[in-house]
Nanobody, 122 residues
Framework: EVQLVESGGGFVQAGGSLRLSCAAS????????VAWFRQAPGQEREGVSC????????YYLDSVKGRFTISRNNAKNTVYLQMNSLKPDDTAVYYC???????????????WGQGTQVTVSS
């Protein structure tokens, strides 16, 4: 069974930090790209960042550049999203997703986690 499980979300004050984790199982993690998406209520889902199977960061959403860092640890089958200098506009459900290669389009991804809520207060 393919599973992606997000964790690390929660409540944080503006300016604070969180590290999200995406733990993968049921597929060959080393050979696939993993992306983070987020969706706020009433908003479109947007691609936050993606890291490919070569450990190259393919993109960051413009609004998170310089604040968020994506990384992966293949030995742990886990991808991380380090989020610093958080803003209220970062409030959303954060999802991880996987495909063969990175894409900014959510329709390209076949594996999805259930999401973890991030709430940033001012």
């Amino acid at each position: 069974e393919v599973q992606l499980v997000e964790s690390g979300g929660g409540f944080v004050q503006a300016g604070g930090s969180l590290r999200l984790s995406c733990a993968a199982s049921g597929f060959t993690f080393d050979d696939r790209a993993v992306a983070w998406f987020r969706q706020a209520p009433g908003q479109e889902r947007e691609g936050v960042s993606c890291i490919d199977s070569s450990d190259d960061t393919i993109y960051y959403l413009d609004s998170v550049k310089g604040r968020f860092t994506i990384s992966r640890n293949n030995a742990k089958n886990t991808v991380y999203l380090q989020m610093n200098s958080l803003k209220p506009d970062d409030t959303a459900v954060y999802y991880c997703a996987s495909e063969r290669a990175c894409s900014v389009y959510d329709s390209e991804y076949d594996y999805w986690g259930q999401g973890t809520q991030v709430t940033v207060s001012s």
